[in-house]
């Protein structure tokens, strides 16, 4: 998400932690990095002015209770938190959730990866597709249903085209299940007669959620659509989607933030587990390099098993460990939104976007190739020379670049866990900043 804004971020924090001392110049070349990013980012300019000006005064005139570096690193931190929105929490209870939107913001995808994440938390979902305008986007949302188990409802089910109808039937008949969600249709702007559409459906079944669902790429504008359906129903939350194609969430972002409204969830991709709770200071922490490994540990729980968990957080890494290990991660997602959870910043490891393709072929691979190596080798990757590499490569099948790809996965995964557990990846980017710097950040 937002990968550029990120990487400026990241750098600017690594020259802050690398400057010898800390007055006005390193504060000023420091603001004009913050601009500059920000500004590609899409985030409104007078937004952008202020915060600047916060970050300058701060920096150079509050009293530091931290060394200068870890100060100057604090006050970005929790500026960035202010400008970026304030993220809202849906209770984990029964309660009905109304999604609205225009059309083509995501709004029927993330109606399915909402209904995941409830399914994920234990809780009985069912969805309710209440757009009798665009005969896709019930077919769509009927297959997203089906591939997680979840009940759905459409007119077909109950054979009636009144959309009041067809919500107060889904209800009923999803009355045993925990939470119903009810996509309602969108449309190419805010037309008078979509917004009287669900005004009628909120007044009727008066849901406890009422979710916009906005594109990433609108940027600035997302203000404008925010209050427009705010003043119609009273919006209790915000869904951003998109977030991994556009350069312009930074804008979408700041621009909810200048509303009444919280965001709820991104949306990260187009699968359907593509989708994380807001949470503004573990966004932020993220993006400065900071990782976020409660998110990483939360998503661990989610994907796997306790004795799963034990084994993936030990770090041992013999190289039947590793492909223990990757098969573990590779339940969990991504491997470059993983990465993106820890603090690697202080590690030298390349993560280029090669390093993240861990596909299930690699794997099969990987295995071939653990299966031509002596026990020996397997427990002591260190003793793999050239001639071992070429018999490796020779008795799997495989070429000498690909058993070196392996090794190189080996030696990445063990540096950063060694990292972890010893502490010293606890703050990236800063040498030797002590943990109460992450105290003081949370």
Do not use: W
């Given at each position: 998400?937002?990968?550029?804004?990120?990487?400026?971020?990241?750098e600017?924090?690594?020259?802050?932690a690398?400057?010898?001392?800390?007055?006005?110049?390193?504060?000023?070349?420091l603001?004009?990095?913050?601009?500059?990013?920000?500004?590609?980012?899409?985030?409104?300019?007078?937004?952008?002015?202020?915060?600047?000006?916060?970050?300058?005064?701060?920096?150079?005139?509050?009293?530091?209770?931290?060394?200068p570096?870890?100060?100057?690193?604090?006050?970005?931190?929790?500026?960035?938190?202010?400008?970026?929105?304030?993220?809202?929490?849906l209770?984990?209870?029964?309660?009905?959730?109304?999604m609205?939107?225009?059309?083509?913001?995501?709004?029927?995808?993330?109606?399915?990866k909402?209904?995941?994440?409830?399914q994920?938390?234990?809780?009985?979902?069912?969805?309710?597709?209440a757009d009798?305008y665009r005969?896709?986007?019930s077919?769509?949302?009927?297959?997203?249903?089906?591939?997680?188990?979840?009940?759905?409802?459409?007119?077909?089910?109950?054979?009636?085209?009144?959309?009041?109808?067809?919500?107060?039937?889904g209800?009923e008949?999803?009355?045993r299940?925990?939470?119903?969600?009810?996509?309602?249709?969108?449309?190419?702007?805010l037309?008078?007669?979509m917004?009287?559409?669900?005004?009628?459906?909120?007044?009727?079944?008066?849901?406890?959620?009422?979710?916009?669902?906005?594109?990433a790429?609108i940027?600035?504008?997302?203000?404008?659509?925010?209050?427009?359906?705010?003043?119609?129903?009273?919006?209790?939350?915000?869904?951003i989607?998109?977030?991994?194609?556009?350069?312009?969430?930074?804008?979408?972002?700041?621009?909810?933030?200048?509303?009444?409204?919280?965001?709820?969830?991104?949306?990260?991709?187009?699968?359907?587990?593509d989708?994380?709770?807001?949470?503004?200071?573990?966004?932020?922490?993220?993006?400065?390099?900071?990782?976020?490994?409660?998110?990483?540990?939360?998503m661990?729980?989610?994907?796997?098993?306790?004795?799963?968990?034990?084994?993936?957080?030990?770090?041992?890494f013999?190289?039947?460990?590793?492909?223990?290990q990757l098969?573990?991660?590779?339940?969990?997602?991504?491997?470059?939104?993983?990465?993106?959870?820890?603090?690697?910043?202080?590690?030298?490891?390349?993560l280029?976007?090669?390093?993240?393709?861990?596909?299930?072929?690699?794997?099969k691979?990987?295995?071939?190739?653990?299966?031509?190596?002596?026990?020996?080798?397997?427990?002591?990757?260190?003793i793999?020379?050239?001639?071992?590499l070429?018999?490796?490569?020779?008795?799997?099948?495989?070429?000498?670049a690909?058993?070196?790809?392996?090794?190189?996965?080996?030696?990445?995964?063990?540096k950063?866990?060694?990292?972890?557990?010893?502490?010293r990846?606890?703050i990236?980017?800063?040498?030797g900043?002590?943990?109460k710097?992450?105290?003081?950040?949370?």
């Open positions: 998400m937002l990968d550029k804004l990120s990487s400026s971020l990241k600017t924090v690594k020259k802050i690398m400057s010898k001392r800390i007055d006005r110049k390193t504060v000023d070349e603001v004009r990095d913050l601009q500059r990013a920000l500004i590609q980012a899409d985030v409104k300019i007078s937004l952008v002015k202020e915060l600047s000006t916060r970050v300058r005064d701060r920096a150079l005139k509050e009293k530091a209770v931290l060394n570096r870890e100060h100057v690193i604090k006050v970005l931190y929790e500026e960035l938190m202010k400008i970026l929105g304030r993220g809202i929490e209770p984990l209870t029964p309660q009905k959730i109304m609205v939107g225009l059309h083509g913001s995501g709004k029927t995808s993330s109606c399915a909402l209904a995941r994440y409830f994920k938390k234990g809780l009985k979902p069912a969805v309710i597709c009798i005969p896709a986007a077919a769509q949302l009927k297959q997203l249903c089906a591939e997680i188990n979840v009940p759905f409802f459409d007119t077909a089910s109950c054979g009636r085209t009144d959309v009041l109808e067809i919500v107060k039937a209800i008949e999803f009355e299940y925990d939470i119903k969600i009810i996509d309602t249709a969108g449309r190419h702007a037309e008078s007669e917004i009287e559409e669900i005004r009628k459906i909120e007044s009727e079944i008066k849901p406890e959620q009422r979710l916009l669902v906005l594109d790429s940027g600035q504008q997302a203000s404008v659509q925010a209050k427009a359906f705010d003043d119609a129903i009273g919006i209790t939350g915000i869904i989607t998109k977030m991994d194609g556009t350069a312009k969430g930074g804008g979408a972002l700041s621009a909810v933030a200048e509303t009444n409204s919280g965001i709820a969830f991104l949306g990260t991709g187009e699968k359907i587990d989708f994380e709770r807001f949470e503004p200071d573990r966004f932020v922490s993220r993006m400065l390099g900071m990782g976020d490994i409660k998110s990483l540990i939360e661990a729980e989610d994907s796997l098993k306790p004795e799963e968990m034990e084994t993936t957080l030990k770090g041992k013999t190289l039947n460990d590793l492909y223990k098969e573990m991660l590779r339940k969990m997602g991504p491997f470059k939104k993983l990465m993106q959870m820890l603090p690697l910043g202080g590690l030298d490891i390349d280029d976007d090669s390093a993240y393709q861990v596909t299930e072929e690699k794997l691979k990987f295995r071939v190739i653990m299966d031509s190596m002596t026990e020996e080798e397997r427990n002591e990757p260190k793999i020379n050239s001639s071992r070429r018999r490796i490569a020779i008795g799997s099948g495989t070429s000498k690909e058993v070196n790809e392996l090794l190189k996965y080996h030696r990445m995964m063990q950063m866990m060694k990292s972890l557990i010893s502490g990846g606890r990236p980017m800063m040498r900043m002590p943990l710097m992450m105290k003081k950040l949370k």
